[in-house]
């Protein structure tokens, strides 16, 4: 898979509740991060994102992605993307709208391309 293809396929992964497709994807590195919306939701080293993306998995249902951009830009062996989303989906027993901005790092390595950065943040709806 190329850069392109790999961040598409961590949103298919997201939808689709594949916690180990997500956890493949995160690169095992200390420097990985990913920090999400809430307050205490970050976590640092690839060692600790599988028990993140469990959690997350076991917590949403009925999860769609609607995209309304997405660029995704490689350059040698390092990749990012942006992108803004309107998430639907059953979190926590509850049904919420949320607009969605992410932005990511990419590595390319000997098992592909693998996350190493990942920001979500709350947009308004438009």
Request: aromatic residues 12%; charged residues 25%; glycine residues 10%.
């Amino acid at each position: 898979m190329d850069a392109d293809q790999t961040v598409k396929s961590y949103f298919e992964a997201l939808m689709a509740g594949d916690a180990d497709r997500l956890i493949e994807m995160m690169s095992s590195t200390d420097y990985y991060v990913k920090v999400g919306t809430e307050p205490d939701e970050h976590v640092e080293g690839g060692e600790n994102a599988g028990d993140y993306y469990r959690k997350i998995v076991a917590s949403a249902e009925d999860f769609t992605i609607a995209f309304e951009h997405l660029d995704v830009q490689e350059r040698g062996d390092v990749a990012w993307f942006y992108t803004r989303q309107i998430w639907q989906l059953k979190w926590q027993g509850v049904y919420e709208e949320l607009a969605m901005r992410m932005t990511g790092v990419l590595e390319k390595g000997e098992g592909g391309w693998k996350f190493v950065q990942i920001h979500a943040s709350m947009g308004v709806p438009a």
